[in-house]
Structures are given as C-alpha cells and as structure tokens.
C-alpha cells in the first residue's frame, strides 16, 4: 500500500509550474492506483500516445548534457531550493555509523548545485562527501559555493552511465549513496549503467537512497502531446527529460544490478499554493537499497 502524506507548502524538485486543480474521481482499473486520477487525466493518458521522432530522441540523448549545462546557465543556484529534509526521511544518514566517532562516507550522485550536501555538512562535522555532477557548470557552482571544503567534499563532473566512479572514489569506500531526482533524467536503457557503477564503490551492507518522480505525478500528467519519449518518459520544453518510476519498475532495476530492497514505497503529497488557491497531487517513490553484506 502507499504510504499517504499530506504536506502543505512542501518544497518540491519538479521543473513543472502553473499548476492546475482538477477534481478527483475514482480510477476504474487497478493498474492506476498509485493515486486517483480524473477522467481528464484518465483521458489524456489514453490519446497521449504518439511518440517523439527517433531523429528528435538521438538528438536529445546526445545534447543531454548541453541541455543541463544550460539549465544551470540560465537558472544559476536559485531553482531549487537546498533540502534540508534528508535526514528526516533517511534516518540512515545517522543510524548507520557503529559509534558515534565513526566518519561517514557519502556519495551525492547528480548533486546539481549542493541543495543536499551543503545541509548535511553544516548539520554533521562529521562526514566526507563524494558529490558529481552530469553538468560541468553544476559542479562549479559546488565549488564556489562559501560552504564548498576541499578537506570534507570531493566534486567532480561525471556522466553516471559511461564514467567510472572509481576514477575518482576508492572501490568499496562509499557508505551511504544519495540518488535524489537523478536517476528519472538518464535514459531508461542506461539506468542499469548508472546503478552498476555506483554498486562498485559502495561499500558491502552499504545503502542507497533513493527518491525521485513517482508514476501518475502531477507533472507527467501536465506535459502536452508531442512530449512524450516512450512508456512514462517525457521531455520538457528546455530538452531535458524525465522518467516516472513504478515502484516495482524500481525494484527489477536495483536487483538487477545486484542490490537488495530494503524499503521501497510511494509518497503521496499535496503541494499547495495558497495565494492561487490551488492544491495539486504529488507522487514520489522513496526507497532504500543495499548492497549485500559479505
């Protein structure tokens, strides 16, 4: 069952604005049970059908980086805003380490500007951190940063489904990994390569965290025709792109590449602007995996 969580004035990490507010009804097959859906959205879905060009695919797949370089350009640090929430909804960010002098080693893959590492730096003197980036611009926003340390953070550009992490971290060194809305912007045919290669620096009993866009999300139900990619991966207007998981899509992915489940659920949310009097449903899936104990 989904966990259910109403959170009002949530700060989220969709790229989605101008939000709209349907009223809800029941959805007739079980299949769409992550969350209700209205007949308009039902609809949508059903003649949302016909798929981007394969030129137009190659070329996105190709300008990927291009396009979140330029991302960043545009939006420099000021789209989203840092998370101070992780180590609420992980307490694996503190339970793990077996005494309390003990220095933990984190890995941010896709850390964007620092939103997520920054918090945890301040909050625990007593982590190091691995953080990379698929955007160079990304990573040298981290390291301008007045919080950015050489002696607790390494940053570095990496494109997660072709670079080896292990150039730049040592093999099994990594305690704990951070995939927070990363994996949904890789291609779907890649993300086994993503999650291999973070399974190699990842220590034995080492955990990953995980959270990114659930399926029916509002934003993959706010994109128009023609954006649509192949099954729950669109592309948005500024050509990045965007999958939307299933938890048990999720699952096959981490177990195919060697991990174990160790929690694996929907996050239903109600993010709500209460000066356009609109309240809009989110979903998420948030998840931990570990890698198996020797």
Request: with cysteine; hydrophobic share 40%.
């Amino acid at each position: 069952m989904a966990q259910v969580v109403k959170n009002i004035g949530l700060a989220d990490d969709s790229l989605s604005v101008d939000l709209v507010s349907h009223s809800e009804a029941l959805v007739p097959s079980p299949a769409l049970c992550v969350r209700s859906l209205t007949e308009q959205e039902l609809a949508k879905l059903k003649n949302d059908q016909n798929l981007v060009s394969e030129f137009k695919q190659l070329k996105l797949e190709k300008e990927a980086q291009k396009n979140w370089d330029l991302f960043y350009k545009r939006n420099t640090v000021n789209f989203f805003k840092d998370r101070h929430w992780t180590t609420r909804e992980f307490e694996e960010l503190k339970s793990c380490r077996t005494s309390h002098s003990q220095k933990l080693v984190l890995l941010e893959a896709g850390c964007g500007v620092g939103n997520c590492i920054f918090p945890l730096l301040e909050e625990d003197l007593n982590i190091f951190v691995y953080a990379c980036d698929f955007s160079p611009r990304a990573v040298e926003f981290v390291k301008q940063n007045p919080l950015y340390c050489a002696e607790r953070c390494k940053v570095f550009q990496c494109d997660l489904t072709k670079d080896e992490l292990q150039g730049s971290i040592p093999v099994e060194s990594v305690d704990v990994a951070m995939l927070i809305f990363v994996l949904s912007a890789i291609h779907p045919d890649k993300m086994p390569l993503a999650l291999a290669n973070i399974f190699k620096v990842l220590r034995p009993g080492g955990t990953v965290l995980f959270r990114d866009y659930g399926l029916y999300d509002h934003a993959m139900l706010r994109f128009k025709l023609g954006s649509k990619l192949g099954e729950n991966f669109y592309v948005r207007q500024d050509g990045t792109r965007s999958f939307f998981f299933s938890k048990e899509l999720l699952a096959d992915l981490f177990t195919g590449a060697g991990f174990i489940t160790s929690a694996n659920e929907y996050v239903l949310r109600e993010t709500v602007n209460k000066k356009e009097g609109l309240c809009v449903p989110r979903v998420f899936v948030q998840s931990k995996f570990c890698k198996p104990d020797r």
